[in-house]
């Protein structure tokens, strides 16, 4: 079974600071999906960037990037120029590509606080 | 635009009685996902339905739990003679297809249920 870990259950940044968040993951698959989703307090679980396992180039969408190493199974997750909003918690996710891809497996997650 | 809508927000039950979740996915999606989050943990697969069907219950409890998704109206999810550890946020997902990838999973905020 896959298993997803995030070694970091909380991390703080200082506004308009870089923040890196860690993810590890553990597969047999050679193709697969990543995934990063937030969770503010008002629970809604929300996608922020996502990345296919065959592709070499790292995911970016606007301040969040990944740093995909797929020969390490890590799949880190930069924030740049950290906002107050951004504060959550952030769940790394994993999903195999074959027909059972709705099924995602969940890290614990890492709190994440911005300071003003 | 209306997104994933659940209710209600906030469920307490006492121990032996029944709970019903309710989901409305997204327009013009067909596909809904059941996950459910115990404290300090990620979410985790319970149910995948279509309407009338289902489709993968293997996260479901083999007891006391079920879903179904009528032709008309929300999906439910129906925890029987609840107990203390069902006790979680429970999540609603819903996707034009079946895929986690090519037509992400959209999240309502959850069902917080607390048995008593």
């Known amino acids: 079974a896959q298993t997803v870990t995030q070694s970091q259950p909380e991390m703080s940044v200082q506004e308009a600071e870089t923040v890196t968040l860690s993810c590890t993951y553990d597969?047999?698959?050679?193709?697969?999906?990543l995934f990063w989703y937030k969770q503010p307090p008002s629970r809604q679980m929300i996608l922020v960037i996502r990345?296919?396992?065959?592709?070499?180039q790292n995911a970016t969408e606007n301040r969040f990037s990944v740093n995909f190493q797929k020969a390490a199974k890590s799949f880190s997750l930069k924030i740049s120029d950290s906002q107050l909003g951004d504060a959550a918690m952030y769940f790394c996710?994993?999903?195999?590509?074959?027909?059972?891809?709705?099924?995602?497996?969940f890290g614990k997650g890492t709190l994440l606080t911005v300071n003003p | 635009n209306a997104g994933v809508m659940q209710n209600p927000r906030h469920l307490v039950r006492r121990r032996g009685q029944e709970a019903r979740l309710r989901c409305s996915p997204m327009?013009?999606?067909?596909?809904v996902y059941w996950y459910r989050q115990l404290p300090e943990e990620g979410l985790k697969f319970m149910v995948y339905?279509?309407?009338?069907?289902?489709?993968?219950e293997s996260g479901m409890p083999k007891e006391r739990f079920s879903a179904e998704f009528p032709k008309e109206g929300p999906s439910i999810l129906r925890i029987q003679q609840v107990v203390r550890g069902d006790s979680a946020a429970y999540f609603c997902?819903?996707?034009?297809?079946?895929?986690?990838?090519?037509?992400?999973?959209?999240f309502g905020n959850g069902t917080r249920l607390t048995v008593t």
């Open positions: 997902a819903s996707s034009p297809q079946g895929s986690s990838y090519n037509s992400p999973l959209h």
């Open positions: 597969t047999s698959e050679s193709d697969y999906y």
């Open positions: 990345q296919e396992a065959y592709k070499q």
């Open positions: 996710a994993y999903a195999n590509s074959g027909g059972s891809n709705y099924k995602l497996t």
């Open positions: 327009k013009g999606h067909s596909h």
């Open positions: 339905l279509q309407k009338e069907n289902i489709i993968d």
